[in-house]
């Protein structure tokens, strides 16, 4: 066991497989998990209240809440929000499916959004016109670990008096003109295991908003004015009342106190993912067939969650399929993010979108491509999966 983790730190081996993604584990992770099992308490307790304390520190958030996911937390945003049946819910289709996937599990629907062509994120300028008497809910989501126009997004809030939540999934210590994403407003954070911090799974909900933090605290927890660690810490009696029916979305500690130590290490997580990135951009740019997403042009931090290019399938001769097959063969792991919502079995089915309705959507969904970018890659690793670019490019090996 111990050698298997020791393996994970530094370079990854020339001749392994290289996964499009690794958590970064250290020892002192282990050993922290294993004091929370030692300790008596495991479930939600002292490390995820800390948990959540350091990541308002880290955010400038009023509140933020631990959460089993960030889906769960976007799960008791609609339900604190009453999004049902005849509600509009504006997000993008390029992106993970919870959202959508919500939206019409309530019963309400969503409406999508296209995307700028060159950094995937939507603008205030492509929801305006979207926007009808049914809007509730206006959902954008920062792509990458780059943030999204957050100032024109808040004055369309503003203007028509309805709330823009971040989906923040992909943004942990991104910063947009100076700060970092969830500080403002309500965005939610996720900690899946590919993200850049992670609790196996988890999400924080971060808000300004003290009354939609309380809802959402005791909605997480059947709804009850206390949860379990309250009851205990501060001798609540265990017949607490429900106040309104709600899930049992908390975060363990077991997994809140992963969550502690990649937190204590974000600045140098990120670091080197953003060394990383900068050697793809380099090695990458003589070659005309790919064409890495381009950086906003305003003021930001990049948390470098996933590193997405786009292939050139004219030039190319092949196609996005076809170049992950070949790169898969030659050792390389990829992935799609995000293959369209709309492009889903249930949704090509039920609420089809016309073909040139979302044009920059369906173009980059044809040709994005997500290359391995984890901490603990070395410059070898990229090299190599330039390497592997050129050759695949080449015409060999498939
Ligand atoms: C990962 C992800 C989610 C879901 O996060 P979970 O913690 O797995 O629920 C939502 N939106 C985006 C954009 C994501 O990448």
Known sequence: MQEQYRK???????????????????????????????????????KAAEFEQRFCELTGAAHAIALSSATAGMHLLLHAYGIGPGDE????????????????????????VDIDRNHLMTTAAMIEPLITERTRLIVPVHFAGAPLDMSPLRALSKKYGIAVVEDAAHAVGTTYRGEPVG??????????????????EGGMFCTDDAALAARIRSLKFHGLGVDAYDRETHGRAPQAE???PGYKYNLADLNAVLGLGQLSRLGAINQ?????????????????????LAAPDYPHTHAWHLFVIRLDIDRAGTS??????????????????????????????????PKGGLPNTEW?????????????MGPADIRRVVTAIKSVLAGGPQ
């Open 183 to 200: 500080r403002h407003g309500t965005a939610i954070f996720s900690f899946h295991a590919i993200k850049n911090i992670t609790t196996a």
């Open 272 to 292: 080197r993912r953003t060394e990383l990135a900068a050697q793809y951009l380099d090695e990458l740019k003589p070659i005309d067939e790919v064409m890495p």
């Open 320 to 353: 996005r399929d076809d170049f992950m097959a070949a790169l898969k063969i030659m050792g390389i792991g990829t992935g799609l993010h995000f293959r369209a919502v709309h492009t889903h079995k249930f949704y090509r089915e039920r609420m089809p979108v």
């Open 364 to 376: 980059n969904s044809d040709r994005i491509v997500s290359l391995p970018l984890f901490p603990d």
């Open 89 to 112: 819910v504006i997000t993008p289709s390029l992106t993970w499916v919870s959202m959508v996937n919500l939206v019409t599990a309530c019963g309400a629907t969503p409406v999508f």
């Open 242 to 244: 429900v106040l309104e």
């Open 8 to 46: 994970f730190r530094g370079n990854t081996e020339q001749n392994a497989f290289l996964p499009l993604s690794r958590p970064s584990i250290t020892e002192q992770d282990i050993d922290n998990v294993v004091a929370v099992l030692r300790s008596g308490w495991i479930t939600t307790g002292p």
